[in-house]
C-alpha cells in the first residue's frame, strides 16, 4: 500500500494492542499542554521486565487514568498498551499507550480499564515544534 499523498499528521493503520509485564521502576513528570479538543494531561512512567534479559519499557497514560491508575515506584503490574506510530516532519514518532493496568502484588488490586478515551494525539503550542 502507498501513501504518497498522505499529508495527516496521524495515521492509525491497525490498532496493534499487547500486554506488558513487569516492575514499575521510575515515573516521570507529568506533562500538560492546549490541543485542538483543550487541556491534556500526559504521565509517562517506566517499567522493566522480569525475564532472563530485562527489557526496560517507557509508557504513557493519558488524562484521567493517570489518577486512575495511581502507579508508584516498585509495583508489580500487567500493563494493556496500544502502540501507534504519527509522522512528523517525515520522521515517525512511536507511543505505547496504557489503556488498562493490573496490580499483580498479592493479587488483590483492583484492575482498571477504559475505554480509550478521547485524549488528543497530539497539540501543538508556539515554542515546541513537535506535535504532541
Known amino acids: 500500500m502507498i501513501f504518497s499523498?498522505?499529508?495527516?499528521?496521524?495515521?492509525?493503520?491497525?490498532?496493534?494492542?499487547?500486554?506488558?509485564?513487569?516492575?514499575?521502576?521510575?515515573?516521570l513528570q507529568p506533562q500538560t499542554g492546549q490541543g485542538k479538543k483543550g487541556t491534556w494531561k500526559k504521565q509517562e512512567f517506566i517499567i522493566e521486565?522480569?525475564?532472563?534479559?530485562?527489557?526496560?519499557?517507557?509508557l504513557s497514560v493519558w488524562g484521567d487514568k493517570i489518577?486512575?491508575?495511581?502507579?508508584?515506584?516498585g509495583e508489580m503490574v500487567t500493563v494493556s498498551v496500544e502502540?501507534?506510530?504519527?509522522e512528523?516532519?517525515?520522521r515517525w514518532y512511536t507511543e505505547a499507550r496504557a489503556?488498562?493496568?493490573?496490580?499483580?502484588?498479592?493479587?488483590?488490586?483492583?484492575?482498571?480499564?477504559?475505554?480509550h478515551g478521547d485524549e488528543p494525539m497530539n497539540s501543538s503550542s508556539a515554542t515546541?515544534?513537535?506535535?504532541?
Open 99 to 115: 489503556w488498562k493496568i493490573s496490580k499483580d502484588a498479592g493479587g488483590a488490586q483492583p484492575s482498571y480499564n477504559d475505554d
Open 49 to 58: 521486565t522480569q525475564s532472563q534479559y530485562p527489557k526496560k519499557v517507557c
Open 88 to 90: 512528523y516532519n517525515n
Open 83 to 86: 502502540l501507534e506510530s504519527r
Open 5 to 27: 499523498s498522505v499529508s495527516a499528521k496521524r495515521i492509525n493503520i491497525a490498532a496493534m494492542s499487547m500486554e506488558i509485564k513487569g516492575r514499575v521502576i521510575q515515573l
Open 128 to 132: 515546541d515544534d513537535l506535535p504532541f
Open 67 to 73: 489518577d486512575q491508575f495511581r502507579l508508584a515506584t
